[in-house]
C-alpha cells in the first residue's frame, strides 16, 4: 500500500560534519531510555507494509534515514524522531497520540515536517516546469517556506536532508528515473544548504546523484572518463603524494598530504564554467597539503613552485585574502617533468576544519568558551540555534541571486537588496537593506508601527533611525496607544526605508487630514441648511440629489472646496415658474435722482442719439458683451435689449418695426467688473453624479452658478438629461472657453448656450 506522503526522503558518510547543527537540535529533543528502539517498535506496525509514493518501503526509508542521522552525529532522540514522522499520518490524532507516549517536543516536530513535506510535494507538483529553469529566482517562494519552516524548528533541517539524500539513493540504487522536478530541487535547493551548512558528505554526494538523473548521459561520459584511466592515475597521485610528503618533512616543512575526493559534478561544473575539456581540468589530479601554521603554508607553497612549474594564472591566495565566508588557503596548479596539470590546496589544520565544517561550526560549541568563533557568544542553546539560523539566512540569500549577478560580483553582496532580522522570539523577519527599528515595526503589525516609541537590538538601546544588520535580534518598545511622527517621513533623518512603513504612515496621516476635511464639510453643510430653514433634511438624501453615495462623500468634496455651497443653495430653492417674452430682469438700482438716466448706464447698453432711455435685458436671449444688440422700445417699460439673433425680437420686429432702435454696450461699463446672467442648455446621457461633475467645471472656472433645471427622459440610448444652468458672465468670449471644457465631462454629448 503506497503512503500518502510524499517527497520524504540516506550511505554511511565521512567525517567532516558542521556539529553546530547537532548541538541546536539536539537541546530540543530530550534523551528518553531507549527511545530509539520505543519510536521504530511504535512506527513498525503502522509503516511496515506502507510505501512511499517513490515504490521505496516506509520502514526501510526511515530505517536508513536513521542510519544517516547518526552519521553525522545525530543524537539517538533525533534518530528516534524519523520513525514519528512517518508514523504520524497513519494516527487519527498524531499530536495528541504522540506527545502522550514521547513528549510534546516530538510531536511538534513530526507534524512540522509532515506539513512542510506536503508543501513541498504541492510546490513541485505546481511548478514543475518553472523549477527546470536555470534560475535561482524560481524556487523562490518554496525556499522561503522552507526557511520559515527551518526557523520554527531547526531539527526539521536534519530531517528533510537526511531525507532527501536517502530518496536519492533509493532511486540509484532501484535503477528509477528520479522526477526531473524533485532531482533539480535537490542539486539548487537542498544541495547548497548542507553546504551551508557545512554538511559537506550529504552535499557532495547528493550533487552526484541529482546530476546523475538531470544529465544522465553527461554523467556517465564523465564517470567513464575518470574510470578509464584510473588505475593509472591513482597509482600516479599516491606516488606523487608519498613523495611530496616526503621531500617537505626532510626540508623542514611540517605537513602532511592528503588526496582529494574527485566528484563528477563539480568536475563537470568547472569544466562548463571555466570552458575545458576533461583533460585540462586540473583537480582530476588534487593534492591537499595540511601544515602546521601559516608560515608553512608560504614555504610549503615555495618549496612546490621550486620543484614544480607553475600554471600561469592558476594561483590564488586565499589566507591574505579570504573568502567572504571566512575560508582560507592556498590554491596553486602546478607540472609535473611529464607536463601533467595538478592542482594543490595548501592550507593549516584550522583552515582545513573550517572549510570542511562550515563558519558556523565553530558557533555553538560549548568547548569555544564565552567568546565562542569570531567574537559570537556561544554560551547557550539559543546561541546556536542564532547561528545556525544565520546560515539559513545566507543560504536563502545565495538562492535568491541569479547566477550571472554571483559571477559578475564574484559573490560579493549577497545581502545588497535585504536583510533578515530575528524576533525576540528568533521568528525571522525580512527587510530591505538599511530598514530601521520602526520599519520593523510595521512588518510585524501596522498598529505596533504607529505605537512604537524606542527599541533593543541585541539587547542594547539604540536611536530609531539606527540601520539594522543582516542577523540582530530586534525588540520594539510600544505606547499602548499615539501614532507615528511626521519626521519620520522626512528622508534626510532617516527614520524609514520600506515602502511597506512608509505608505502606512503617510495612510495615518492621510486618515487624520480626511477626519478634518470631512469634519470641516459637515460644519459648512449643516449650518447652510440651518440658514435655508431645512435642518429636518436627511443628509445622505441631500448628497443622493447632488449626485454623491453618501454624505461622507458630500461633506469631503466641500471641505476640499471642490463644491460650492452655492450649488447646494440652488439645490435647495424650489424652481422658478416658466416667465413670459415680455418679462425682463431689471437692473440694480441706485439712488433716485437721475433714475432713467441711471438704470439706462446700469444696464451697460446706452441708445445711439438719445440719453436717459430706460433700457432693460431681454430674459429671453440674455444678452452680454460684445453679443450684437438691438433695441426694441417697450409700452411703458423702455426698451428690451435682444441679442440681433433672437427669434422673439425678429417676430416682434417683423409686426413693429419703427419700435426698432439701434444700441450699443456701454465701455464704461464694460470694464467696470459687471456681470451678465446667461443660460447654457446642456445634453448628456443620464448618470450618477452627472449634476455634480459638471457643477465642478463651473466652480473650478470661477464661474457663478444661479440657477439649475434638470429634466431626465429614458430612451432607447439609456437615458437623456437635459439640464439648463444660468451663470453670471463678465463677457461672452470667457464663457465659450468654459463650455468647451463642459462638454468634456463623460456623458456630455452638447453644450451651447441658448
Not at 380 to 390: G, M, N
Not at 515 to 524: I, K, L, P
Not at 617 to 634: N, Q, R, Y
Not at 657 to 662: A, F, L, N
Request: aromatic share 6%; proline share 4%; hydrophobic share 40%.
Amino acid at each position: 500500500m503506497k503512503s500518502t506522503l510524499a517527497g520524504a526522503e540516506g550511505s554511511p558518510t565521512a567525517p567532516g560534519i558542521n556539529a553546530t547543527i547537532v548541538a541546536a537540535t539536539a537541546a530540543s529533543l530530550p534523551d528518553q531510555p531507549h527511545a530509539l528502539a520505543r519510536a521504530r517498535a511504535f512506527a513498525e506496525p503502522l509503516i511496515a507494509s506502507e510505501t512511499l509514493d517513490t515504490g521505496e518501503n516506509i520502514l526501510a526509508h526511515a530505517d536508513a534515514v536513521a542510519a544517516i542521522l547518526k552519521s553525522i552525529g545525530g543524537s539517538e532522540a533525533m534518530q528516534a524522531a524519523t520513525y514519528l514522522v512517518h508514523a504520524c499520518q497513519h494516527l487519527n490524532k498524531p499530536q495528541e497520540v504522540i506527545a502522550k507516549a514521547f513528549g510534546a517536543n516530538f510531536a511538534a516536530l513530526a507534524i512540522e515536517t509532515t506539513k512542510l513535506v506536503n508543501v513541498q510535494r504541492q510546490a513541485r507538483a505546481a511548478n514543475a516546469k518553472a523549477q527546470l529553469i536555470e534560475d535561482p529566482a524560481a524556487q523562490t517562494e518554496n525556499v522561503r517556506k522552507m526557511l520559515l519552516a527551518f526557523s520554527r524548528d531547526l531539527r526539521v533541517v536534519m530531517l528533510r536532508l537526511a531525507s532527501r539524500l536517502q530518496t536519492l539513493r533509493h532511486y540509484a540504487s532501484s535503477k528509477q528515473p528520479a522526477s526531473l522536478a524533485l532531482a533539480h530541487e535537490s542539486l539548487h535547493v537542498f544541495a547548497p544548504l548542507a553546504n551551508r551548512l557545512g554538511i559537506w558528505p550529504i552535499k557532495w554526494e547528493m550533487e552526484d546523484l541529482a546530476f546523475r538523473f538531470l544529465e544522465p548521459d553527461t554523467y556517465r561520459q564523465t564517470a567513464r572518463l575518470l574510470d578509464e584511466k584510473r588505475v593509472e592515475r591513482e597509482g600516479f597521485m599516491e606516488g606523487l603524494r608519498s613523495q611530496l610528503e616526503r621531500d617537505l618533512n626532510q626540508n623542514g616543512i611540517a605537513a602532511l598530504v592528503q588526496g582529494r575526493p574527485k566528484h563528477i559534478y563539480s568536475i563537470v561544473k568547472k569544466m562548463r564554467g571555466k570552458s575545458l575539456d576533461f583533460a585540462q581540468v586540473f583537480d582530476i589530479r588534487a593534492l591537499r597539503v595540511i601544515a602546521a601554521d601559516v608560515n608553512g603554508c608560504y614555504a610549503a607553497l615555495g618549496f612546490v613552485h621550486a620543484h614544480f612549474t607553475p600554471v600561469e594564472g592558476e594561483f590564488d591566495d586565499y589566507i591574505a585574502k579570504p573568502k567572504t565566508n571566512g575560508y582560507q588557503s592556498l590554491h596553486t596548479v602546478v607540472r609535473d617533468e611529464a607536463g601533467r596539470a595538478v592542482e594543490i590546496q595548501i592550507r593549516t589544520q584550522a583552515m582545513h576544519d573550517h572549510a570542511e565544517h562550515g563558519v558556523a561550526a565553530h558557533w555553538a560549541y560549548k568547548e569555544a568558551g564565552a567568546k565562542g568563533y569570531s567574537g559570537v557568544s556561544a554560551s547557550s542553546e539559543y546561541d546556536a540555534k542564532i547561528a545556525v539560523l544565520r546560515q539559513l539566512l545566507a543560504w536563502e540569500r545565495d538562492l535568491s541571486v541569479p547566477f550571472a549577478t554571483k559571477a559578475r560580483e564574484g559573490n560579493q553582496g549577497l545581502f545588497e537588496d535585504r536583510i533578515y532580522v530575528l524576533t525576540p522570539e528568533a521568528a525571522i523577519v525580512e527587510l530591505p537593506q538599511g530598514a530601521t527599528a520602526i520599519d520593523f515595526a510595521y512588518s510585524v503589525h501596522t498598529n505596533l508601527g504607529h505605537r512604537c516609541r524606542g527599541a533593543r537590538i541585541d539587547g542594547a538601546m539604540v536611536p530609531l533611525n539606527t540601520p539594522l544588520q543582516n542577523g540582530q535580534t530586534v525588540e520594539v518598545i510600544a505606547a499602548k496607544e499615539g501614532g507615528p511622527s511626521r519626521d519620520w517621513l522626512n528622508p534626510e533623518l532617516g527614520f524609514l526605508s520600506s515602502h511597506r512603513a512608509k505608505s502606512k504612515v503617510r495612510a495615518w496621516f492621510n486618515a487624520l487630514a480626511m477626519e478634518q476635511t470631512v469634519a470641516r464639510g459637515r460644519e459648512a453643510v449643516e449650518k447652510l441648511l440651518q440658514r435655508e430653514g431645512k435642518t429636518a433634511m436627511k443628509l445622505d438624501d441631500l448628497a443622493v440629489q447632488l449626485g454623491f453615495k453618501t454624505a461622507e462623500d458630500l461633506f469631503e468634496v466641500v471641505g476640499k472646496d471642490e463644491l460650492s455651497l452655492r450649488t447646494i443653495e440652488t439645490m435647495l430653492k424650489p424652481p422658478e415658474p416658466a416667465l413670459s417674452q415680455d418679462n425682463y430682469v431689471l437692473a440694480k438700482k441706485t439712488r433716485q435722482q437721475d433714475k432713467a438716466s441711471d438704470r439706462g448706464r446700469k444696464s451697460g447698453v446706452l441708445v445711439v442719439g438719445i440719453d436717459s432711455l430706460l433700457t432693460q435685458l431681454a430674459k429671453c436671449c440674455k444678452p452680454a458683451p460684445p453679443d450684437a444688440i438691438l433695441g426694441f422700445v417697450t409700452k411703458g417699460k423702455g426698451v428690451s435689449i435682444h441679442r440681433s439673433d433672437c427669434s422673439n425680437f425678429r417676430n416682434m420686429a417683423s409686426g413693429s418695426p419703427d419700435r426698432v432702435i439701434e444700441v450699443q454696450w456701454s465701455e464704461a461699463k464694460s470694464s467696470s467688473g459687471s456681470v451678465y446672467p446667461v443660460d447654457v442648455a446642456v445634453e448628456a446621457a443620464d448618470r450618477q453624479g452627472l449634476l455634480r461633475d459638471i457643477s465642478e467645471v463651473f466652480a473650478k472656472e470661477k464661474m457663478n452658478v444661479i440657477g439649475v433645471q434638470t429634466q431626465s427622459v429614458k430612451d432607447n440610448r439609456g437615458g437623456t438629461a437635459w439640464m439648463t444652468f444660468t451663470v453670471e458672465v463678465a463677457e461672452s468670449g470667457r464663457l465659450n472657453q468654459v463650455l468647451g471644457v463642459v462638454a468634456e465631462v463623460a456623458g456630455v454629448r452638447s453644450a451651447r448656450r441658448r
